[in-house]
C-alpha cells in the first residue's frame, strides 16, 4: 500500500484534526519497511603476528555488547591457531556470537590450482579446529568471496556444503572495510595525533553507499530489501569505529537483526548460475539477470582509491 499523497488528502475536506492526525502517522518509522542488517566479521586476528589483536578483538565485541548485537565471526584457521587465537575467537562464542568456518588456509577457490578436494579438505581442517567451540554453527564463507570458476568445483562444492549440514555464509552488502583499514593506518602512521573524525565519516559514508547500492540491486533483482548480511573484518578499522557504524544504521532506520534472523531470509537458499561463482549473492543474481555496469571484482580497492585520495588520507 502506497500512502495518498499529502495534497490530495488535503483537497478531499478532511477537517484539520484529521490531517494532523494523518501527518503524524506518516511521519512514524514503519517498522515493517526498515531495512535489516546482520553484521559478520572475516579472518579473526593472529596474537602471534598483531601485538594489539586481543585488545582489537576485545574493543569489537565490547561494542557488539553495548548495542546488544548478535553477530558472527568466520574465523580463519591459520591465524588462529594458536592457544591465544583460539582463546578470542571463544571469547565470541561466549558472548553468544555465531562462529563459523572461513577455511584453514584461505585459498583462492577461484585460482585453477585450487582444486575442489584441496578446497573441501582445507575447509574440513578449519572445522576440526573450530567446531569444539561455542557457538560454532556451519556456515562457510568463501575467502574473497569466491565460489568457483568452473562448473565442476561451483556444483561440487555446493553438493559437499550440503552433505556436511552447512547452511549459507553468503555476504548480501559486500565492502571494502579491509582496503579503509589499510588506508587508516597508513593514515594514522603519518597523523599520530590528528582527531580522526573526518577519516571515520569517510569510513562511515563508504559503508553506507555500499548498503544503499546493494539495497538498490536488492530491489531490482528481488523486488524488496533483503534481510542483508554485511560483511566486515576484525581489524583495527573496527575496533575503533564500530560503534559509529551500529550508530549510524540505525540512526538511518536500519535494524540490526541476528546473523541467524538474517539467514533466514530465502535469498540465501538461490544457487546463482554465475562463472566464476562468487561475490555478493545479490550480486551474482543481478549478474544472472543481466544487470550491466556491475564492478567486478565487486570490491577492488580502485573504486575507493580515488575517494581516499581525493580526500587526503
Ligand atoms: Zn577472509
Known amino acids: 500500500m502506497s500512502p495518498l499523497p499529502l495534497s490530495e488528502r488535503r483537497s478531499n475536506g478532511a477537517s484539520t484534526g484529521a490531517r494532523v492526525a494523518l501527518l503524524a502517522m506518516l ?31 576485545q574493543a569489537i565485541l565490547t561494542a557488539l555488547a553495548a548495542a546488544d548485537v548478535h553477530a558472527i565471526l568466520f574465523a580463519c584457521g591459520k591465524r588462529v591457531d594458536s592457544p ?37 579438505a582445507d575447509v574440513g581442517r578449519d572445522a576440526a579446529l573450530l567446531q569444539g567451540l561455542p557457538g560454532w554453527t556451519p556456515r562457510l564463507r568463501f575467502p574473497y568471496l569466491k565460489e568457483g570458476d568452473t562448473p565442476d568445483k561451483r556444483d561440487g562444492m555446493r553438493r559437499w556444503l550440503q552433505e556436511h549440514g552447512y547452511a549459507s555464509g553468503a555476504v548480501s552488502i559486500d565492502a571494502s572495510d ?85 539467514y ?25 539477470a543481466g544487470v550491466q555496469g556491475l564492478r567486478y571484482p565487486a570490491e577492488d580497492e580502485v573504486y575507493e582509491k580515488p575517494i581516499l585520495d581525493r580526500l587526503g588520507f
Do not use: K
Open 27 to 57: 511521519l512514524l518509522p514503519v517498522p515493517a519497511l526498515a531495512q535489516e542488517v546482520a553484521l559478520s566479521f572475516d579472518d579473526g586476528l593472529d596474537p602471534r603476528e598483531t601485538a594489539q589483536a586481543a585488545a582489537w578483538n
Open 178 to 262: 579491509w582496503y579503509y583499514d589499510e588506508r587508516y593506518a597508513h593514515w594514522r602512521a603519518r597523523h599520530p595525533r590528528e582527531d580522526p573524525a573526518r577519516f571515520r565519516q569517510a569510513y562511515l559514508e563508504h559503508l553506507w553507499d555500499r548498503a544503499r547500492y546493494y539495497d538498490a540491486l536488492s530491489q531490482r533483482v528481488l523486488g524488496r530489501s533483503a534481510a542483508y548480511v554485511l560483511l566486515l573484518h576484525t581489524r583495527r578499522i573496527n575496533a575503533e569505529f564500530l560503534p559509529d557504524v551500529i550508530a549510524m544504521f540505525r540512526a538511518r532506520g536500519w535494524r540490526i537483526i541476528s546473523p541467524a534472523q538474517a
Open 264 to 288: 533466514a531470509d530465502p535469498l540465501y537458499s538461490m544457487q546463482p548460475a554465475t562463472l566464476p561463482a562468487g561475490e555478493s549473492i545479490l550480486w551474482a543474481l543481478a549478474a544472472q
Open 84 to 120: 591465544q587465537g583460539l582463546e578470542l575467537v571463544r571469547a565470541w562464542g561466549r558472548a553468544g556470537h555465531e562462529i563459523a568456518n572461513h577455511t584453514y588456509t584461505h585459498p583462492n577457490f577461484n585460482s585453477p590450482g585450487t582444486s575442489l578436494a584441496a578446497f573441501t
